[in-house]
């Protein structure tokens, strides 16, 4: 709003659509050619700052829904961006169904926590969780090295029994 007095939003879209609609009235002329009226759409475009595909979107608009088309749509509130309270117990059930199943992506796991009545649907966003999961160390590429590492070691441990046994070592425990 460029003036100094504050608009409800039904003013502050009643002045919009009438804004739009002195930009497009010289244009619903009956009278001109499509020449004369690409040219002065051109010259409106440059003189308000608008592209020529604004100014046909408003002239549709005026077209189908008159000066009703005009007003701007409403637009619906954003949500809160903080995180629900629980968060932290969220975070910790979605790192516990990770480890028990280190392929499992972060979309199934808000499903599984939104089907066990944990969260509400459409809460947890994937891109926060997964950032979340990532810092704390299971993420998909960390849990992959876990794995890894953890089947090289099963190997090298598979390897130097089979050594010991064929060189006659017997290991004894404590």
Do not use: C
């Amino acid at each position: 709003m460029n003036t100094s007095t504050t608009f409800t939003k039904q003013q502050w879209q009643d002045q919009e659509a009438l804004r739009r609609f002195q930009l497009i009235s010289p244009l619903l002329q009956a009278g001109l050619d499509d020449a004369k009226r690409l040219q002065l759409r051109r010259t409106i475009a440059d003189q308000n700052n608008v592209s020529v595909r604004t100014l046909y979107r408003y002239e549709k608009a005026f077209s189908e829904k008159q000066f009703a088309g005009l007003k701007p749509a409403d637009r619906e509130k954003r949500r809160s961006q903080a995180p629900p309270e629980n968060f932290d117990f969220l975070l910790e059930q979605a790192i516990q169904l990770r480890k028990e199943v280190p392929e499992r992506s972060v979309s199934k796991i808000i499903y599984i926590l939104e089907a066990e009545g944990l969260v509400a649907p459409g809460v947890l966003k994937r891109s926060t969780l997964e950032r979340h999961i990532y810092r704390a160390g299971y993420g998909q590429k960390q849990m992959q090295m876990y794995k890894e590492a953890r089947n090289s070691l099963y190997l090298f441990l598979l390897v130097k029994a089979a050594v010991d046994k064929h060189l006659g070592v017997r290991v004894t425990t404590i």
